[in-house]
């Protein structure tokens, strides 16, 4: 059963950059699958972020292309992620997850909160 | 982009009772990727259904997934306490992947 873990700073200062990390254990990072980032805030609920492969083909959503860098690291399976010039809008719980059958997500992180203030 | 309403917004229901929750798809949804998600506070979403209709590992059969194309439907059929959550609808037939706003299942 994979797990995934993410670790980063729970704090941002507006206008910075937005820096986690997702920890893969029980299974490699290279198997056959696609990884993702999820945000959730109140006001706007589930908002897909990207996705990577292991051979670092990612897509990203439109609406945060310009702002969104996800990377894979194989020698230490994980994926990263980092988003630009953040606001309070980027106010959020982040999660990383594992894409399965039929484009669904069957493993999750924990959740890192991560709030942007100054 | 596909957008994805769920209703009702909240479901006020007893425990026995039978829930069902909607999903409408502002376009068809490819190769029916459309899948349901049990989420409960402070916990990351559990995958329930995937590919409209089947089930994940470990999910009780009281759940369960039909629909296509456009209007999908989550049915609990008797609902056990620990079943009230918030239910959310997701697809990537088509990218960017969207999710529904959710459904908040209740204790009436």
């Known amino acids: 059963q994979v797990q995934l873990q993410e670790s980063g700073p729970g704090l941002v200062k507006p206008s910075g950059t937005l820096s986690l990390t997702c920890d893969v254990s029980?299974?490699?990072?290279?198997?056959?699958?696609?990884w993702s980032w999820v945000r959730q805030t109140p006001g706007k609920g589930l908002e897909w972020i990207g996705e990577?492969?292991?051979?670092?083909?990612?897509n990203y959503s439109p609406s945060l292309k310009s702002r969104v860098t996800i990377a894979v690291d194989k020698s230490r399976n994980q994926f990263s992620l980092s988003l630009t010039s953040v606001t309070a809008a980027d106010t959020a719980v982040y999660y990383c997850?594992?894409?399965?059958?039929?484009?669904?997500?069957?493993?999750w992180g924990q959740g890192a909160r991560v709030t942007v203030s100054s | 982009e596909i957008v994805l309403t769920q209703s009702p917004g909240t479901l006020s229901l007893s425990p026995g009772e039978r829930a069902t929750l909607s999903c409408r798809a502002s376009q068809s949804i490819t190769s029916n990727y459309l899948t349901w998600y049990q989420q409960k506070p402070g916990q990351a979403p559990r995958l329930l259904i995937y590919g409209a209709s089947n089930r994940a590992t470990g999910i009780p059969d009281r759940f369960s997934g039909s629909g296509s194309g456009t209007d999908f439907t989550l049915t609990i059929s008797r609902l056990e306490p620990e079943d009230f959550a918030v239910y959310y609808c997701q697809q990537y037939g088509s990218s960017p992947c969207s999710f529904g706003q959710g459904t908040k299942l209740e204790i009436k």
């Open positions: 997850a594992r894409m399965w059958e039929s484009g669904s997500f069957d493993s």
């Open positions: 990577i492969y292991h051979s670092g083909i990612t």
């Open positions: 029980g299974g490699s990072i290279s198997n056959s699958n696609w």
